[in-house]
Structures are given as C-alpha cells and as structure tokens.
C-alpha cells in the first residue's frame, strides 16, 4: 500500500460508505456496516448464486469460504482449521454451548453484563440440562482487578458449594454499558482453575487488536459484520484443535453432524477436519456475507491505512468524543474511579450519563427537576422510563436523522457512542448538542404522552 491509496479518516471516509446524506451513523456497534468495495464483491457473489445455482452452491461457495477462513485466520494469528463461520456471535455462544454435555453438578460461570440474548441461552439450557448458573454481581463502574476478584470468589464458592465449574462466558466488550473488558487476564485464570473459557468477542474483530494464537482462548466468537466491514451476517468461531472433539453438531444439526462413532477430526480421505466440514453447509442461506471477508480486509489495507491505524483511530475518537459530550452535558463518562488506570475505555465504544436520573418508586410525579449544587438535573420515574427510551428512539431518528443507544443503568439514563474511521470530532460536537437539546425537551413531549 502508498499513501497515495489510503482516505484519510473523518469526512473524507465517508464517500466510500453507503449512508444516507442526511443520516448520521453514530451507532456502529449495534449492525455494523459496509463500504461500497465489499457492496460491489456482495453483489458479485450473489449475482453468481444466480446465475448458476449448482455450481455456485456445490462448488464455489466453498471455495469462498475457504479462502475466508484463510483471511480471518491470518488476521487473528491461528491455523485455518481453527475457524469456521456463524451467522452471528449469538449463534457461536449458543453452537458450543449446546454441544458440551454437562452432567448433574456441573455450572456456567457468567457475569451481570451479559448481552441479554447470550443469558437467556443460558436460561433455556438450564431448562434442558442439568447444569447450573452463577452469575459474577457487580455495578459499573469497577476496575478490572475487581472484576477478576469477584469472578474468583464467585469460582471459589461454586465449588465450596459441590459444583464444578465447566464453562465462563465473558466479553471481548461489553455491549451495554459499552466498556472494554478484561477478557485476556480472564481467559488466564480459567487456564489456571482449569476452566473452558468461552469468549463472546461480538464486538472484537476489527476493533482490538486480537492474536488468538498467543491468547489460546478455549473458544472464541466475534462478530465480522460489527466492526470488520463485511455484511451481515457473519462470525467467526474459533475452536482449537484440542476442542474440536467436543464440537459434534451445527444448530441445526445438518449434513456435517459427527455420530458418537465417528471420528472428530478427519474424514477419510478429506482434505479438511471433520470440524471444518461440519460449518460449510449447515442449512439453505445466503452465506455470500461469508465470501466477502477478502475484500472487506483489501479495503482495510489499502483504503484505511491497515488493522492497527484502524484500532488506533477508533480508540482515540471514543475518548475524544465522548468527553466532548460529558463536557456539553455536564456529566461523565463512564470509567473507573480517580486515580484508576481507564482500562474501560480502551475502545471504540464509550458510555455517557446524560443528566437525567431515575427514580426507584413507581408512584409519584412522573418528572422532577432536582437542583444539585450550581446545576440541576432531570429525575423520571421508573415506571415512565420505557416511554422516555422509545422517545429518544424516535426523535432521534426522525427529527434528528441519527441513533445513539439511550438506555437506564444504576439509576440514571446514559447514551452509548461508536467511533468508527467514517467520524470525526466535529460529529461528536454536533450529537452533544442533540443530546442536550433531547434532554431539554423530554419532560414536555413524554409528559404529554404519559397524562393522555
């Protein structure tokens, strides 16, 4: 790559994006999206699906996914036979997950901040298995070293109580709040309590420098339509070689199923892994969102400046970015106590408290202003909240023609922001004064809504 290919970030990257010009994408982290040149190879491959069904279906679609998985395992530092696709993230967590047979006695560690979708999984295999749940309780903020205490001592009284801890599931990132988490020191000490460390990394390919390899997770999902520029739907599951007996069927079960009496590592006579077989056709869809790895990777390299610019880039927009917006709201950013290294904040999400608190008591005057030293700021009432969130949702993107997450944690409202290369501060300044504007107003439109 010269630098004469690369487009320097902010306003001039987003000519290579799809977004409507009055829209502004503040919101990276939930969907994801994806430049024009991997639009272009989408397009392509999915023109070829058509084309010639058969030949697509049979033949070329896993040649595609076989030079992806070469690509996303390059990327993450680990042998191709270590990586397979899934839809989504949610998907992998819940592919290994069903395949470990747990026997009375058995427990998951996980902890509060769990994506919602990954811990109802959880709910519903206690429902069918016989194993049970423990949960690490905690308020952000904390420190990462308090973290892995807590995570420890739940550890420690699990097994005092006569369980054995098979599994911990634990993020690369938090979704919400968005906040880095310490998913490398955890993955070392499941190693060291013997622990399989199962990582919903939905937000980490293509946001943090990841090398799988040295890490040696036991399992490892992450999402490539979030923050890797290709479309959705696509992840990767990583699964070492000495797991990979434990991983028998795809959900749903399909044509790679390996019986109990089968080997779980090669076929005879086959080129690939019995495990690698087993996610090359799992059901009738639309896996071109696969086939574009390559190009989303090729835009990286020689549009964006490469993996580490991007990762820089992103990290120090969302602090940028995210004081600007305490500062025009006159509150905080979310992140550990003075004094305390800002490990939360080593990424490209960042977490706002906007200045309106919530009341605990469900009866009483649905808003108060409530002064505080030489500011004030907005108190709701508990009951009232899920009005007060799909009217941000609302007015944010009808009025405004952008999203931000909007969403209640620890008694107050708090909005989370995604840098990503198509931003710049000026973006930031600019969803401030939206923000400010929104909290100024909510009282009188939601108020409206709550008497009629």
């Known amino acids: 790559m010269t630098a004469t290919t690369s487009t320097p970030f902010g306003a001039p990257m987003k000519e290579h994006f799809l977004f409507d010009a009055?829209?502004?994408?503040?919101?990276?982290?939930?969907?994801?999206?994806?430049?024009?040149?991997?639009?272009?190879?989408?397009?392509?491959?999915?023109?070829?699906?058509?084309?010639?069904?058969?030949?697509?279906?049979?033949?070329?679609?896993?040649?595609?996914?076989?030079?992806?998985?070469?690509?996303?395992a390059k990327l993450l530092n680990?042998?191709?036979?270590?990586?397979?696709?899934?839809?989504?993230?949610?998907?992998?967590?819940?592919?290994?997950?069903?395949?470990?047979?747990?026997?009375?006695?058995?427990?998951?560690?996980?902890?509060?901040?769990?994506?919602?979708?990954?811990?109802?999984?959880?709910?519903?295999?206690?429902?069918?298995?016989?194993?049970?749940?423990?949960?690490?309780?905690?308020?952000?903020?904390?420190?990462?070293?308090?973290?892995l205490l807590r995570f420890r001592e739940v550890v420690r009284t699990a097994r005092a109580e006569g369980l054995n801890v098979r599994v911990a599931v634990f993020d690369t990132i938090v979704s919400v709040p968005g906040v880095r988490f310490p998913f490398e020191r955890l993955v070392e000490i499941c190693r060291e309590e013997l622990i399989l460390s199962l990582v919903d990394g939905a937000h980490g390919i293509g946001h943090l420098p990841l090398d799988l390899g040295t890490l040696q997770p036991d399992f490892f999902t992450s999402n490539c339509h979030k923050w890797l520029f290709v479309p959705r739907g696509c992840a990767v599951l990583y699964v070492p070689l000495r797991n990979q007996h434990l991983i028998r069927t795809t959900f749903p079960t399909s044509w790679g199923f390996i019986p109990r009496s089968a080997s779980p590592q090669t076929l005879p006579g086959a080129s690939k892994s019995a495990f690698e077989y087993l996610f090359e056709q799992v059901s009738t869809t639309d896996d071109t969102p696969y086939l574009c790895v390559p190009a989303a990777l090729k835009f990286r390299a020689e549009v964006c400046g490469g993996e580490d610019r991007i990762h820089a880039y992103l990290e120090q927009l969302a602090q940028e970015?995210?004081?600007?917006?305490?500062?025009?709201?006159?509150?905080?950013?979310?992140?550990?106590?003075?004094?305390?290294?800002?490990?939360?904040?080593?990424?490209?999400?960042?977490?706002?408290?906007?200045?309106?608190?919530?009341?605990?008591?469900?009866?009483?005057?649905?808003?108060?202003?409530?002064?505080?030293?030489?500011?004030?700021?907005?108190?709701?009432?508990?009951?009232?909240?899920?009005?007060?969130?799909?009217?941000?949702?609302?007015?944010?993107?009808?009025?405004?023609?952008?999203?931000?997450?909007?969403?209640?944690?620890?008694?107050?409202?708090?909005?989370?922001l995604s840098a990503q290369v198509y931003l710049e501060r000026s973006d930031f300044v600019w969803v401030a004064g939206v923000l400010k504007e929104c909290c100024g107003r909510v009282e009188g439109e939601v108020g409206v809504l709550v008497k009629s």
């Open 321 to 416: 970015g995210s004081d600007i917006v305490a500062d025009a709201l006159g509150t905080e950013v979310m992140q550990e106590a003075d004094g305390e290294a800002r490990l939360m904040r080593g990424c490209g999400l960042a977490t706002v408290r906007l200045p309106i608190a919530v009341s605990a008591v469900a009866s009483g005057d649905a808003f108060a202003t409530v002064r505080d030293g030489g500011g004030s700021y907005l108190r709701v009432r508990s009951s009232v909240v899920p009005d007060v969130l799909i009217w941000f949702r609302d007015t944010l993107i009808n009025r405004y023609g952008t999203f931000v997450m909007v969403f209640s944690y620890g008694g107050w409202l708090w909005t989370r």
């Open 22 to 72: 009055n829209f502004k994408n503040l919101n990276h982290g939930s969907y994801g999206t994806y430049p024009r040149a991997v639009q272009t190879a989408l397009r392509q491959f999915q023109d070829d699906a058509e084309a010639r069904p058969d030949a697509f279906g049979r033949i070329t679609r896993a040649q595609g996914i076989d030079e992806s998985r070469q690509a996303v």
């Open 78 to 147: 680990v042998p191709v036979n270590e990586c397979v696709f899934v839809k989504n993230a949610t998907t992998g967590i819940n592919t290994v997950l069903r395949n470990l047979v747990f026997q009375p006695g058995d427990a998951i560690v996980y902890f509060d901040t769990v994506y919602g979708a990954v811990e109802y999984g959880l709910v519903s295999l206690t429902e069918s298995t016989p194993v049970q749940t423990r949960k690490v309780e905690y308020q952000f903020p904390i420190s990462h070293d308090d973290l």
